[in-house]
């Protein structure tokens, strides 16, 4: 079963940032987060991993809080294309990767 | 560099036939996984081999098994189709940085299976 926890749908405004929250509450020291998306049909893209510290690339932002009991996605300026469903995973190194349902991220031009 | 490419892309089978796929990792990625995606269910863990070996497995019934050889490539089987095996099925490799490691995860594009 999926350990982490994320609000089902979220709208967002073409050109602005999208964020998307997602509650791992259990996650144990050396698990890391990481997010995917999806775009419909297709299979799962990889966006951004961290383990305790913010981490940014090219397509996102990743925060993490303190305790790590929580992350956000920024999607700093987001474009139509960017409409996908968002997945939020804890895991480590050799254990099996288990999704949610995700959040389905609109956005609305 | 070449993705990971999963063979065939679409497929349809009846009930009680057998289906193999195919998937062929990202090169020196030596952990698949793969994972059954329904409209109801979502996205499945049905299992990841790692250096040939099975090292973690999802709650599906034994009919569907896989398969890894000594080139990473790997294929999985569903024997006797039932209706309910009808889903698209993603394979996804990685280079696992040991056990206390990230593990980021490159999906293919899918099987489409469809059984009649």
């Known amino acids: 079963d999926a350990k982490t926890t994320q609000p089902p749908s979220m709208d967002c405004a073409e050109g602005r940032a999208a964020n998307l929250p997602c509650n791992h509450s259990t996650i144990s020291g050396n698990e890391y987060v990481y997010w995917y998306r999806q775009i419909h049909s297709q299979g799962p893209q990889y966006i951004i991993h961290g383990l305790k510290n913010n981490e940014t690339n090219e397509m996102a932002s990743l925060i993490i809080t303190e305790d790590r009991k929580s992350s956000t996605l920024i999607l700093p300026h987001a474009t139509l294309r960017d409409t996908a469903v968002y997945y939020c995973i804890e895991g480590r190194g050799n254990e099996k990767l288990t999704f949610g349902t995700g959040t389905r991220l609109t956005i609305i031009p | 560099k070449a993705g990971v490419t999963q063979t065939p892309r679409y497929l349809i089978k009846t009930r009680g036939q057998q289906v193999t796929l195919s998937c062929s990792p990202i090169?020196?990625?030596?952990?698949v996984s793969w994972y059954q995606q329904t409209p109801g269910q979502g996205l499945q863990f049905l299992f990841e081999?790692?250096?040939?070996?099975?090292?973690n497995k999802g709650n599906f019934p034994g009919r569907f098994s896989g398969r890894q050889f000594s080139n990473s490539r790997s294929e999985m089987n569903v024997s006797t189709l039932e209706l309910g095996d009808s889903a698209l099925y993603l394979c996804?490799?990685?280079?696992?940085?040991?056990?206390?490691?990230?593990?980021?995860?490159?999906f293919g594009a899918g099987s489409r299976l469809t059984v009649l």
């Open positions: 996804a490799s990685s280079w696992v940085q040991g056990a206390l490691g990230a593990n980021v995860l490159t």
């Open positions: 081999y790692f250096s040939e070996t099975q090292r």
């Open positions: 090169s020196g990625h030596r952990s």
